[in-house]
């Protein structure tokens, strides 16, 4: 259960400070994870479907392309809907994270910052991880399946989920099947 030490100081009610909490956490939740499951999908039917994203991850260097993208779509699918209800919160924000952290060094960190640079820049896998990291702090919320099966493994369990399932997870698929050439 979230309490407020900050209600107190304040004129707010506390259940309106919690309702907002609340509120606030399942909007990020449902945004990030529709937005991330939405990718997976489009990485399987869209455009050039699982085909074109198999080829596109062997010519970023990924070795095993196929096995990568099925990984890749289907983790991005899976955590995205576990986020949007909020279940395993802190597993589900650590496949977003793992996401971004490869996409990042394999994609984006080569094109600056910002998103509209050519080729996409870091800006929005920068912005999803740390939507990552802070949800395993926070947790779901109250309006959440965690909450309802009594899954509350925020703060600093949380934080640990994450970094280690998402960066460390990460490292190790680019440490096993990336092998970048001087064109990718």
């Not at 939740?29 to 499951?37: Q, W, Y």
């Not at 039917?45 to 085909?51: C, N, S, V």
Request: charged share 5%.
């Amino acid at each position: 259960m979230l309490t407020s030490t900050v209600a107190h100081a304040s004129s707010t009610p506390e259940i309106f400070n919690l309702t907002g909490l609340n509120l606030g956490l399942l909007i990020i939740r449902v945004v990030a994870g529709i937005t991330l499951a939405t990718h997976g999908l489009n990485k399987i039917f869209g455009g050039g479907k699982i085909a074109g994203t198999t080829g596109w991850f062997g010519s970023m260097g990924m070795k095993m392309p196929g096995v990568n993208a099925w990984m890749a779509a289907l983790t991005e699918i899976g955590s995205g809907a576990l986020l949007a209800i909020g279940f395993l919160t802190p597993l589900a924000a650590a496949g977003m994270v793992a996401i971004m952290v490869v996409a990042g060094i394999t994609t984006h960190r080569a094109n600056g910052w910002f998103i509209f640079n050519a080729g996409g820049g870091m800006e929005y896998v920068v912005v999803l991880a740390a939507v990552g990291f802070g949800l395993g702090c926070t947790g779901a919320g109250e309006w959440s399946v965690d909450n309802a099966a009594n899954v509350h493994w925020a703060g600093t369990t949380g934080l640990i989920i994450v970094a280690l399932a998402g960066v460390g997870g990460a490292l190790l698929q680019l440490a096993a099947f990336w092998r970048p050439t001087a064109s990718s």
